[in-house]
């Protein structure tokens, strides 16, 4: 498996606090991304880095923000949570962007309550 | 923006029957093709993936896809499924413009014994 460390793996938080997930490569690569997995959804772009510093929105990105100071650490953070960002969160990694796969973090589970 | 539909939403099988899963995608362009798959309690992994050439691939656990470019399609196939392969199955396409990988909604395989 690609070294890819998502944390936590799962979080309970209460609705209005901010919250930030973190997402750590071991594999150099430079493209990341911040993914939410629903149910009838499939999976959500919300953010995705295409290198230190350099960021873009995915399509579900309103209430996200997300930070990529180092190659190897990508985080996100909901600035205050709702009850609609509880979700699954999965961070993938991939090396060029085109012609090349991503791999999948083990994910991180979300509740606000 | 890319689009990637996803035809079927639940698809029950018995175990050894065959097995295809509907993609289509909008982008007109350069494209990479994914078909991901999901087990339960897990991160996802690659099934299969299409970037040029030969436009029928083959994967893993005995999955393979064709790509149509006409159609727009890349369409999954198993031709004897096993109850192992109970599972999400999601198509993913990244195109040249920004190398967004967008994924479609999924379709939940389950193979009755």
């Known amino acids: 498996d690609a070294g890819i460390t998502q944390s936590p793996r799962h979080k309970v938080t209460e609705t209005g606090t901010p919250v930030t997930l973190r997402c750590h490569q071991t594999e150099n690569h430079r493209y990341m991304y911040w993914y939410r997995q629903d149910p009838g959804h499939g999976l959500r772009l919300i953010h995705y880095?295409?290198?230190?510093?350099?960021?873009d929105k995915g399509e579900v990105s309103d209430g996200y923000s997300v930070s990529r100071s180092k190659t190897e650490d990508f985080l996100l953070t909901l600035e205050s949570a709702t009850s609609s960002q509880t979700s699954v969160y999965f961070c993938a990694i991939s090396a060029t962007g085109m012609n090349t796969e991503a791999f999948f973090g083990q994910g991180t589970r979300l509740t606000v309550v | 923006a890319q689009s990637v539909s996803q035809h079927n939403h639940h698809v029950i099988l018995s175990e050894a029957a065959s097995l295809e899963l509907g993609c289509n995608y909008s982008?007109?362009?350069?494209?990479?093709l994914f078909w991901y798959v999901q087990y339960p309690g897990q991160h996802l992994q690659l099934l299969l993936k299409y970037f040029s050439g030969d436009p029928l691939v083959k994967g893993i656990k005995g999955f393979e896809a064709e790509f149509i470019k006409s159609k727009f399609s890349f369409n999954l196939r198993k031709p004897s499924v096993q109850w192992s392969d109970t599972a999400e199955y999601f198509c993913a396409v990244n195109d040249g413009s920004d190398y967004k990988l967008s994924f479609g909604a999924g379709t939940t395989v389950t193979v009755r014994a």
């Open positions: 982008y007109g362009g350069t494209v990479n």
């Open positions: 880095s295409y290198g230190v510093k350099d960021t």
